[in-house]
């Protein structure tokens, strides 16, 4: 029982265009979510986050949005960039549960030149 | 300032013989979680750690796997025995504290032949 769910296992865009990734979780029970980027060979590495009560956060290039009535949220990655090719993780908490995050499957991102 | 450490970084073994992965966690945090990564399930929290003592082990698959953190800077996960299944990269995290960002380490990759 998949609770968070990125259904685009890749995505490939052009460089100075627009990344946008999907997430979509089913427990209302999450009031957090996180965004974590993954290089080879290495661990994830948090990127940024949003609390229910924003719609909306920014940093840099990096915008999440979160649409709670339809349990989705999303990264923009405003321009892209050759180094943001990575796999993204969306990831979830609820108050009740410390930090124990949920995490979905993972979305390969690559950015062309 | 040194990261999250995992070793070993690769294992090979063979059916039915125990496997023991290692994580320090960085200096000062509070919280320490085993992740296991797999490209059908994605990134799964097996066990999370507050002040050394297991809080949440819901994630452990079975009673094959099991996890001890003796003192605040070393925590193990053991198989035994391991099976071809878990077969995957486990990754241990720390954080400040429960609700703090987590930090990762770059990973185990296990193979079970």
């Known amino acids: 029982d998949q609770q968070v769910k990125q259904n685009s296992p890749s995505l490939s865009v052009q460089e100075g265009r627009i990344s946008i990734l999907n997430c979509d979780y089913t427990?209302?029970?999450?009031?957090?979510f996180l965004w974590y980027k993954k290089y080879p060979a290495e661990g994830p590495t948090f990127l940024i986050s949003?609390?229910?009560?924003?719609d909306k956060n920014e940093d840099g290039r990096f915008t999440v949005f979160l649409n709670k009535s339809a349990k989705h949220l999303s990264l923009h990655i405003v321009p892209s960039q050759p180094g943001d090719s990575a796999v993204y993780f969306c990831?979830?908490?609820?108050?009740?549960?410390?930090?124990?995050?949920?995490f979905g499957t993972g979305t390969q991102l690559k950015v062309e030149l | 300032d040194a990261g999250v450490i995992q070793s070993p970084r690769h294992e090979v073994t063979e059916m039915g013989q125990e496997v023991t992965l290692r994580c320090k966690p960085i200096s000062g945090h509070n919280s320490l979680f085993w992740y296991r990564q797999t490209m059908m399930r994605g990134l799964e929290l097996l066990i999370y750690?507050?002040?050394?003592?297991?809080?949440?082990d819901s994630g452990m698959p079975e009673d094959r796997f099991s996890a001890k953190m003796p003192n605040a800077s070393f925590s193990t996960l053991k198989i035994q025995p391991s099976e071809p299944r878990d077969s995957a990269v486990y990754f241990c995290?720390?954080?400040?504290?429960?609700?703090?960002?987590?930090?990762f380490g770059p990973g185990t990759r296990l193979t079970v032949l």
């Open positions: 427990n209302s029970m999450f009031d957090y």
């Open positions: 750690f507050n002040n050394n003592v297991p809080i949440d």
């Open positions: 990831a979830a908490t609820g108050t009740g549960g410390g930090n124990k995050l949920t």
């Open positions: 995290a720390s954080s400040l504290d429960r609700t703090d960002t987590q930090y």
């Open positions: 949003i609390s229910s009560i924003k």
